[in-house]
């Protein structure tokens, strides 16, 4: 059976329709791709990536942060109840073999570093500007493209 790749796509439950844009065209790109994308299951970033993923017909997981799988977005093809609030950051980041920041705030900043301390790569887009080895895309196709590069790099695949 071969192994699927799973990017983690990561940001605000609330966005700009630009940053939104972006989302959904990078969910488009992992689901072209035929990686799975997984992410914190909620609104935003994570809908409106889960929402490219799906027109593409990918596979999206959210991992959610409360008791109740009716929180997660209609995009969600499975949904992960955890109970853990932010702890669940955690997760996600250990979950995925790429991560994609998309702008975002603190959560999204520790989801960055826990990607970090799990050597699994980062991507951002228009993300934080922190002095850590984060890949710089400056788009959708360009992001997915170099998740999977740093991918082959590690894993030596796909």
């Not at 799988?69 to 995925?96: C, F, H, L, Q, W």
Request: net charge positive; aromatic share 4%; proline share 4%.
């Amino acid at each position: 059976m071969k192994e699927k790749i799973i990017i983690g796509v990561i940001g605000s439950s609330t966005c700009s329709s630009s940053v939104s844009e972006v989302a959904y065209i990078v969910g488009k790109e992992i689901a072209r791709k035929n990686a799975i994308l997984i992410c914190g299951g909620r609104g935003g970033v994570m809908e409106a990536a889960c929402k490219g993923a799906k027109e593409e017909k990918g596979i999206t997981i959210g991992v959610l942060p409360g008791n109740d799988k009716e929180s997660a977005n209609p995009y969600i093809d499975i949904p992960i109840v955890t109970g853990m609030g932010e702890a669940r950051n955690v997760i996600i980041a250990r979950s995925s073999d790429a991560v994609i920041a998309i702008a975002g705030k603190y959560g999204t900043l520790s989801e960055i570093a826990f990607a970090l301390r799990f050597d699994v790569p980062v991507v951002g887009i228009a993300t934080w500007n922190i002095n850590i080895p984060i890949l710089k895309a400056k788009n959708p196709k360009q992001a997915v493209g170099m998740a999977l590069s740093a991918i082959r790099k590690t894993r030596g695949k796909y």
